[in-house]
């Protein structure tokens, strides 16, 4: 595989995870070194996913293909829905705040990468490749992620997104694990 080809697959993959970080950043009742292990989380699962689903994609391909898109998405809506949830409490989203989130998160955001590991990467004869092109992904979501995690900084200076950030977060996320369900 191409360098640009495994480049816009690892782009496409960190998608999600940067919309969900971008949500994560608007929180400001979330600590930064939190925010951090958030990046992190994002970055190991989608390495560790890519890497299995292309272990395990000459095996389950047809069976696994559409099943893990739907889990993802509904976890990433309910998670939407409870940052919607508690902004009409109008406390401060607390949502995150929970340690087992980064691994939810990181898992729901990541599932589109054992996809990929099934149907793309499980062609690649040599192992050592395989995992190059995995932490290749993993890279390229960390840096998504954190850029997300800037850009997030900017978006809170801006009254009406600050004012809002827990419902635009939560419909946000509502509207990426609708995504990942039905498209």
Not at 127 to 139: A, D, N, R
């Amino acid at each position: 595989m191409s360098i640009y080809s495994l480049f816009i697959i690892a782009l496409a993959l960190s998608l999600d995870a940067f919309g969900v970080m971008l949500c994560i950043g608007l929180n400001r009742s979330l600590p930064l070194k939190n925010k951090f292990v958030f990046i992190s989380s994002f970055g190991f699962f989608q390495f560790l996913f890519s890497y299995i689903g292309a272990y395990a994609g000459s095996f389950f391909n047809e069976y696994v293909v559409s099943v893990p898109t739907i889990v993802g998405g509904i976890i990433i809506a309910i998670v939407g829905i409870l940052m919607i949830k508690e902004g009409l409490e109008h406390d401060e989203c607390k949502v995150f705040n929970d340690s087992k989130m980064y691994y939810i998160l990181g898992i729901s955001v990541s599932i589109d990468a054992a996809v990929i590991g099934f149907t793309i990467l499980n062609n690649i004869t040599v192992h050592s490749y395989i995992l190059l092109e995995t932490i290749f992904i993993g890279i390229i979501t960390l840096i998504m992620c954190t850029f997300a995690l800037l850009l997030s900084k900017y978006l809170r200076t801006i009254d009406l997104i600050a004012k809002y950030a827990d419902y635009l977060g939560g419909v946000i996320l509502i509207l990426f694990g609708l995504k990942m369900i039905f498209f």
